[in-house]
Every structure is written in C-alpha cells, then in structure tokens.
C-alpha cells in the first residue's frame, strides 16, 4: 500500500510539473505581443525612462505580473525533474535546483523589483506638477535605472538558469527522457556560456535569442514527458 502510495504521489509531481512547464510556455508567449506594443525603454536617461514607463504602465504591469507568475513556476517544473532523475546523478540535480532556486530569488529580488519602482515611479512622475517633485523622482529612479543597466543582469538572469539546464541536460541523457530533451537542456546551457562572451564581442548578443528558442522548445518537450508519465 506504501508503495502505492508513493507511486501515485510522484505521478502528481509530474503532472504538476507538466502542466507548469507548458503553462509557462503560454506565459511567455503572451509577453510578445506586450513587448511589441510597448516597444523597448530607452537605454540609460533616467528623466526619459520615467516618461516612457508613465506612458507604457499599463503594458509593464501586465509584463510584470507575467514574468513573476512564470518564475514561480520552474518550482513544481524542477521538483519533478528531481524526483525522476535524483536516482541517476542526486549531486548534479542539488546543483540543478541550486541554480534554479537561485534565480529565481535574484530575479524577483532585483529584476523585476526594479522594474515595479521604474512603473510606480513613472507613474508619480507623469501626475508631478513641480520640478522639484519630477527631481526628487528621477533621482529615486537612478538605482533602480542603473541594476537594469548593469552587465550582472545577464549573468543571474541567463547564465544562472541556464546552468541549471545544462546539470539536467547531463542527467537527463541516462534517464527516462528522450535525447531531443537531453539534448535541449545542453543547448541552453552552452549557448549561455557563448552568450556571455558579449560583453567583450557584441555579435554574441544573439545568441540570448538563441538560448531563449532552446529554452522555450525544452520546456514544451519536457512538459509534454512530464505528463506522459504521469499517466
């Protein structure tokens, strides 16, 4: 009956994964349009940062509330993920879920709590009256203005993550997941490596898109086993 027991137990962290790795697709994808109406931020001016954010509030918000909503869900993704592959390589997973956990608390800590001061602040900014009131807000924006600006954001927001691909690519090659999924993981892990090198080669941004592709198609294919396994 223990046995039992436990066996019904891992199917619903399995489709509890599943169906958070799939949802998260959806998530994501629901940012484009979003992104593409609100257009890009200007890069570095506080003042039109502010202005553009008063302006495109609404978008954010909903970006925001997207993004934070997908964060949470590689939890569910990544306990499954352990639970099936923990018996081939535990360490490699620890470190899986290390990378993943660790994301998660930096983006929601500082990614996109920046964002939410930059939206609020356009927000008080847009319905100021003096220039002294305008002032004392542009000059509140610059911390947050200067972490979205920073070249950290890259390494915690892409390389961290996907690390936590790459150990489960490792893993996922003698387990119950197929070689396509295996050999996504791996992708995302290396193509954050090689995006990195940006910072010294700019060309190599692309390669953030690439690795978003990878991880976009990783989630739908893992979702998708996930689920058959539960079954």
Excluded at 17 to 44: K, Q, R
Excluded at 131 to 136: D, L, P, Q, R
């Amino acid at each position: 009956m223990n046995a039992n027991f436990n066996n019904l137990n891992n199917k619903n962290f399995y489709l509890l994964g599943g169906a958070s790795a799939l949802i998260l697709v959806i998530g994501y994808l629901l940012t484009f349009p979003i992104y593409a109406w609100v257009g890009d931020a200007p890069p570095s001016n506080v003042e039109e940062q502010l202005a553009y954010f008063a302006e495109h509030g609404a978008g954010w918000l909903a970006i925001l509330g997207l993004m934070v909503f997908t964060d949470l869900l590689y939890i569910p993704i990544f306990m499954a993920l352990y639970q099936v592959l923990q018996h081939i390589n535990q360490t490699f997973m620890v470190l899986a879920c290390a990378m993943i956990g660790l994301f998660i608390v930096l983006d929601l800590s500082l990614t996109w709590t920046s964002y939410s001061a930059l939206i609020m602040s356009g927000s008080l900014y847009a319905s100021a009256i003096s220039e002294v009131e305008k002032a004392a807000l542009v000059a509140g924006a610059g911390y947050p203005s200067t972490m979205l600006d920073s070249p950290l954001l890259g390494t915690y927001a892409i390389l961290i993550p996907s690390m936590g691909f790459l150990f489960t690519g490792l893993v996922m090659q003698k387990g119950v997941f197929n070689k396509t999924a295996a050999g996504l993981a791996l992708a995302v892990g290396i193509t954050a490596i090689v995006f990195m090198g940006s910072y010294f080669w700019e060309p190599l941004a692309i390669f953030r898109i690439i690795n978003a592709l990878f991880a976009t198609a990783w989630y739908i294919v893992v979702g998708w086993q996930l689920y058959r396994l539960s079954r």
